[in-house]
Nanobody, 124 residues
Framework: VQLQASGGGSVQAGGSLRLSCAASGRTSSSVVMGWFRQAPGKEREFVAAISSSGTDANYADSVKGRFTISRDNAKGTTLLQMNSLKPEDSAVYLC??????????????????WGQGTQVTVSS
C-alpha cells in the first residue's frame, strides 16, 4: 500500500486541523490504518488507528476526546480530525498501514507501510 499524508500546518492552541492520508493499492480497503507522530528527539508514538471496515477505532489516552479517526474506503482516504490542539501535539504526523486482514494495533512495529509525514505545529 502506498500512502500520502497531507493537511498539516501551524495553528494556535485550541485550534483544529484535519489530516488526510491517501492510500493506493489493491488491498488498501482491507488494512488497518493508523496515525503516529514523532516530535524532535522523541520516539514515534501511537495516536489513533481504525479497522479496515471503519467500525472500530483506538486512541492514545493523550488524544481521546479531542481527535477522531475515520476512513472512506471508496475514496481510499483516512482522516484524522484534531480539535482542541495543544502545543504538546506538535510533531510530524505519519499515517501507516498494516498488512491485510490484521487487527488494530497500537505498536509501530506492526505497521508495514508508511507515508512521508506532515508537520503539525501548535503555538501557545
Amino acid at each position: 500500500v502506498q500512502l500520502q499524508a497531507s493537511g498539516g500546518g501551524s495553528v494556535q492552541a485550541g485550534g483544529s486541523l484535519r489530516l488526510s492520508c491517501a492510500a493506493s493499492g489493491r488491498t488498501s480497503s482491507s488494512v488497518v490504518m493508523g496515525w503516529f507522530r514523532q516530535a524532535p528527539g522523541k520516539e514515534r508514538e501511537f495516536v489513533a488507528a481504525i479497522s479496515s471496515s471503519g467500525t472500530d477505532a483506538n486512541y492514545a489516552d493523550s488524544v481521546k476526546g479531542r481527535f477522531t479517526i475515520s476512513r472512506d474506503n471508496a475514496k481510499g482516504t483516512t482522516l484524522l480530525q484534531m480539535n482542541s490542539l495543544k502545543p504538546e501535539d506538535s510533531a510530524v504526523y505519519l499515517c501507516a498501514a498494516r498488512r491485510p486482514w490484521r487487527a488494530i494495533s497500537t505498536s509501530k512495529y506492526e505497521y508495514a507501510d508508511w507515508g512521508q509525514g506532515t508537520q503539525v505545529t501548535v503555538s501557545s
